[in-house]
């Protein structure tokens, strides 16, 4: 098992930046993908960003594909996202999440896939 905590969220204008860390406890974070997801108020619950076990290997959604990135740095058990260049319909609440199964090749980008979440950081983005 391991527990999720997200930090980092807060108010930025138009165009600014933020980062955000999910630092991760108990069971090796190594052996799990990473992803962050975000939902806006009304809306489902969406993939931002997925790292593999090794870092190597990452996918973003279309959305913010040139403008967000997301790192993980195992020795310290923290994944990233950086996030440039923000528009208002960027505000969401952002969740990290981890699935603990083992794909070979591939990121399971599916919300239902992950097994552990935190509790979420709200990104609030003024115009």
């Known amino acids: 098992q391991v527990q999720l905590v997200e930090t980092g969220g807060g108010l930025v204008q138009a165009g600014g930046s933020l980062s955000l860390s999910c630092a991760a406890s108990?069971?090796?974070?190594?052996?799990?993908?990473m992803a962050w997801f975000r939902q806006a108020p009304g809306k489902g619950r969406d993939i931002v960003a997925c790292?593999?076990?090794?870092?190597?290997?990452?996918w973003y959604a279309e959305s913010v594909k040139g403008r967000f990135t997301i790192s993980r740095d195992n020795a310290k058990n923290v994944v990233y996202l950086q996030m440039n260049s923000l528009k208002p319909e960027d505000a969401a609440v952002y969740y990290c999440?981890?699935?603990?199964?083992?794909?070979?090749?591939?990121?399971?980008?599916?919300?239902?896939?992950?097994?552990?979440w935190g509790q979420g950081t709200q990104v609030t983005v003024s115009s």
């Open positions: 108990g069971r090796a974070f190594s052996s799990y993908t």
């Open positions: 790292i593999s076990r090794s870092g190597i290997s990452t």
């Open positions: 999440a981890a699935d603990s199964y083992e794909a070979r090749g591939y990121l399971r980008l599916d919300k239902s896939n992950y097994d552990y």
